[in-house]
């Protein structure tokens, strides 16, 4: 098995890049990314039939190397839930940290304000967090911590290595015009990591040719290009796009929303023929991008 995922690496495409440098990079670590790799492959091997089953859409070995993740970083993840959680926490180690990250309680109210306990679960949500990753981590020492956007504690600022944003900008994405959450997040994503530190990011793409409006992330689907940009513009080098998480398959078009793949298969009844063909496809086309804070 560690043989088979070390081969996934190797394997792993990188179709575009940016001149930039490789400081604060630590991809290609020497012996400690060997060691890395292998520890990575075995947790990934411990992991429950129905995570292993989803590696074939999230490819999580060749994701977290292409990122530079590797045991002992203090690494945030945003929307953070038990599924890379799960991976994250055996794999930084004892010497590692595991910071959870959600959105504000002004981003959250303008879909819930007039939902009292969706709201207070939020509020509640870093404390839960901790105490259930805690619970994950079992008899291991990886620190866990976490926050709401806009309330990033002042001692972490400059102490993030790693900044992960899986599946997770379309949210940002789709009420910048209205209280500039994407601009906000990515000016606190910057300000917690350490000089040299990457943003890696998962996202489900929308085709460069569609509707912009339809495309602002409401649907799950955001623009590569203009994400790009958008972080260019917040202050990070570009260092990298790969492929690998990329699905052909998925071609969404005007009325399509993410949510109609797998694993939701939202608006497929059991047993249809429109369920065999969102089956068929499998989990979204995604961009993998990477960016780096500055020196």
């Known amino acids: 098995m560690i043989k088979t995922i070390r081969s996934a690496f190797v394997g792993a495409a990188v179709l575009v890049t940016a001149g930039c440098g490789n400081s604060g990079d630590t991809t290609d ?19 429950p039939a129905e ?9 999580p070995a060749e994701t977290l ?13 945003t929307l953070a839930g038990s599924y890379y959680s799960n991976i994250l926490l055996p794999y930084l180690g ?3 940290t595991l910071i959870g990250v959600a959105y504000s309680m002004a981003h959250h109210a303008l879909d819930y304000a007039d939902n009292p306990e969706r709201m207070a679960r939020h509020r509640a949500w870093p404390q839960k967090y901790v105490v259930d990753a805690t619970g994950w981590r079992g008899e291991g020492k990886t620190k866990v911590s976490s926050f709401l956007f806009t309330e990033m504690p002042e001692e972490m600022k400059g102490t993030i290595d790693v900044f992960l944003l899986f599946r997770a900008s ?22 917690a990591l350490k000089p040299g530190g990457i943003v ?26 203009p994400l790009i940009e958008n972080m260019k513009a917040a202050g990070f080098e570009f260092v990298g796009a790969s492929e690998i ?15 109609r793949l797998p ?19 499998g989990e979204s086309d995604r961009m993998t991008l990477k960016f780096r804070k500055p020196m």
Request: charged content about 25%; glycine content about 12%.
């Open 65 to 77: 190397e292409f990122l530079g993740v590797i045991p002992g970083m203090t690494v945030a993840d």
């Open 170 to 191: 379309h949210h940002l994405n789709k009420y910048e015009d209205k209280i500039g959450t994407r601009t906000q997040a990515f000016s606190e994503i910057y300000a």
């Open 29 to 47: 670590a020497g012996s400690t990314g060997v060691d890395a790799s292998v520890k990575l492959a075995a947790v990934l091997a411990a992991q």
């Open 200 to 225: 890696g990011i998962v996202q489900h793409r929308a085709p460069a040719a569609s509707d912009d409006e339809w495309a602002k992330g409401f649907n799950g689907y955001i623009k590569q290009a």
């Open 94 to 96: 004892d010497e590692g």
């Open 263 to 281: 694993p939701s298969l939202g608006g497929s009844e059991e047993g249809s023929e429109k369920r065999a063909q969102m089956e068929a496809i």
């Open 245 to 259: 998480n990329a699905n052909p398959k998925d071609q969404p078009g005007a009325g399509d929303y993410v949510w």
């Open 51 to 59: 995570v292993r089953a989803r590696y074939q859409f999230r490819h």
